[in-house]
């Protein structure tokens, strides 16, 4: 029996598979080692310049910040944190980085000085990349480094270093701006950098764009739309641009405008949800659920699109496809007090009495907020995703970076990860966790064990 699972959880997995002609970069902030502490915004501007810069290069795929600061989160490091070596190797293993670069700069205004730092996470070697100039030079100076590290990370390149350093990609006041404008956390003071960026650099795309996410994150989604749409149809940020925009459209409940973005976009898990719940607020029950069944056959340990199918079954009095959805939801997300109200009402319209009072009663146990709904209309619970990354797990963790996950992370380790989420009831978090272990360690017992109890626990729905 375990065998059979195994080869269904290898083969849910199969065709999901990680571009072999792409490699991982991880950049962190470069340490400022002058005596200056005004210089202090370099250090992330120069690792910014670098990720903008690689993230437009076929052939690579650079982390954002973004990505890196969740990273830091989850082991508890400050965001302003100078990593050490060892911290910076970890992370980079854990993200699936081929390539994690780190650096300093140093010097005075007519003698500055950037050297990067790449290590190659394969060979466990490392390589240095010193560029001389002048302060006045940052950028110019941080494109030399990004083109160096390109062809170390992609020896066959095409892109010509004149490419990148023919001329800075931004005047220095507006990257200067920029950089001071995403490192404060005033969302004032950051919006008032970034549109001193604008204004002194009209089409500056990453400062356009973060200035639209501010404008969403305090719900004003007209002005967000403004500011995105201002980002050129050509700039390696315009589909995160127009997923944005999706997302504007819908708060603003123009759910045609919505549509026709999403449908534009590829179809991700992510959007493929979006594109569902805009089908379904503009009334088109046939299409959300087709979005959703598209949704799951792309990521079948995703909960949302389980959840949002469910929900609409049950506006619809569909019970029976409510009643399955709901179910496969709460397989892979067991402790959501939504799934489980809506589950138990599901029942209760069913006649299955006694599986409703149990259900909303374990609901009411994990949210004070399911007590209010049952004297309430039936709440709005559509589920959105807000993640702006357009890429699959698949793409990054092929059997090559897993095994040299497993370098730093040993069996113990990631069992005890996946136990926690099985802890937790983060069901599907911990098949993916357990197919990737066993991509490294099929022969083991105690992975073998937790996929039992796992799916032990998903046949008690």
Request: hydrophobic share 40%; no cysteine.
């Amino acid at each position: 029996m375990r065998r059979i699972l195994i080869y269904l959880l290898l083969t849910l997995f199969g065709t999901v598979q990680a571009s072999a002609d792409s490699s991982t970069i991880l950049v962190f902030p470069f340490e400022n080692v002058t005596n200056d502490r005004t210089l202090d915004w370099i250090d992330e501007g120069i690792s910014q310049l670098i990720i903008e810069r690689l993230q437009q290069e076929r052939g690579t795929l650079t982390f954002s910040r973004e990505e890196r600061l969740g990273a830091f989160e989850k082991l508890g490091i400050p965001e302003t944190t100078t990593v050490s070596r060892a911290t910076a190797l970890k992370l980079g293993w854990d993200m699936g980085a081929d390539h994690v670069v780190t650096g300093r700069f140093a010097g005075t205004a007519d003698n500055f000085q950037i050297v990067a730092r790449m290590i190659d996470m394969d060979a466990g070697a490392a390589t240095e990349v010193t560029i001389e100039g002048k302060l006045q030079d940052v950028i110019p100076l941080s494109m030399s480094v990004a083109w160096r590290i390109l062809k170390k990370a992609v020896p066959d390149t095409v892109s010509p270093e004149a490419d990148y350093t023919a001329r800075p990609p931004v005047p220095r006041s507006a990257f200067e701006n920029y950089i001071r404008g995403i490192l404060t956390q005033d969302f004032q003071k950051r919006s008032e950098l970034l549109q001193t960026a604008v204004r002194l650099h009209p089409q500056y795309g990453p400062a356009l764009f973060e200035l639209g996410r501010i404008s969403q994150l305090q719900r004003d989604f007209k002005e967000s739309n403004q500011w995105l749409q201002r980002i050129s149809e050509t700039s390696y940020l315009h589909r995160q641009a127009s997923f944005l925009m999706g997302l504007n459209y819908f708060y603003l409940a123009d759910y045609s405008r919505a549509i026709t973005v999403f449908q534009t976009l590829p179809a991700v898990y992510d959007v493929l949800l979006n594109l569902g719940a805009a089908f379904s607020q503009n009334g088109d029950a046939d299409s959300a659920a087709d979005a959703w069944r598209r949704a799951i056959d792309t990521d079948s340990l995703a909960s949302d699109a389980f959840f949002n199918w469910g929900y609409l079954s049950l506006i619809k009095d569909d019970l029976e496809s409510a009643a399955r959805n709901l179910t496969e939801s709460l397989k892979l997300r067991g402790r959501d007090s939504e799934a489980l109200f809506l589950l138990g009402r599901t029942y209760e319209k069913l006649g299955r009495l006694e599986e409703s009072g149990k259900a909303i009663a374990q609901a009411s146990r994990l949210s004070q907020r399911v007590d209010r709904w049952l004297t309430q209309p039936l709440p709005k619970l559509e589920r959105l995703a807000t993640s702006t990354l357009f890429r699959s797990r698949g793409e990054i963790w092929t059997e090559q970076r897993l095994i040299r996950r497993a370098r730093s992370q040993d069996l113990p380790a990631w069992l005890e990860l996946i136990q926690m989420d099985v802890d937790l009831y983060l069901l599907g978090d911990a098949l993916r966790e357990l197919h990737d272990l066993l991509r490294v360690f099929p022969e083991s017992s105690e992975a073998l064990s937790l996929l039992d109890e796992v799916r032990r626990q998903q046949n008690m729905r």
